[in-house]
Nanobody, 124 residues
């Protein structure tokens, strides 16, 4: 089970750190990803990290102002987002794929487990 936290209401230009804790098992053998879905839009890839943490990838829309990381000892992945703007408003989902590959998956269909999502709202 994946549980996201850290969402909320933030002013434009502000920052948030989202957390994703895996319970009932270990996520250390899983690649992790963050996706988001804005109203009326499809689910899009935001960032991903390999099981070891050695590889990361970002969507162009967040590259340079976001950092994905993980702490396998805590079974937790994080997404630090800075310089938030209104286009970042969405429900953010954490996902896990059982893979020790160093390839970071961008396709939501490749992920095995999903959290319930956490709302991020950026006010202008």
């Amino acid at each position: 089970q994946l549980v996201e936290s850290g969402g909320g209401l933030v002013q434009a230009g502000g920052s948030l750190r989202l957390s994703c804790e895996a319970s009932g098992g270990t996520s250390s053998n899983c690649g992790m990803g963050w996706f988001r879905q804005a109203p009326g839009k499809g689910r899009e890839f935001v960032a991903g990290i390999s099981w070891s943490g050695s590889k990361t990838e970002y969507a162009d829309s967040v590259k340079g102002r976001s950092t994905i990381s993980r702490d396998n000892a805590k079974n937790t992945a994080y997404l630090q987002m800075n310089s938030l703007n209104s286009e970042d408003t969405a429900v953010y989902y954490c996902a896990a794929v059982e893979s020790r590959s160093l390839i970071v998956r961008r396709d939501a269909g490749r992920y095995d487990y999903w959290g319930q999502g956490t709302q991020v709202t950026v006010s202008s």
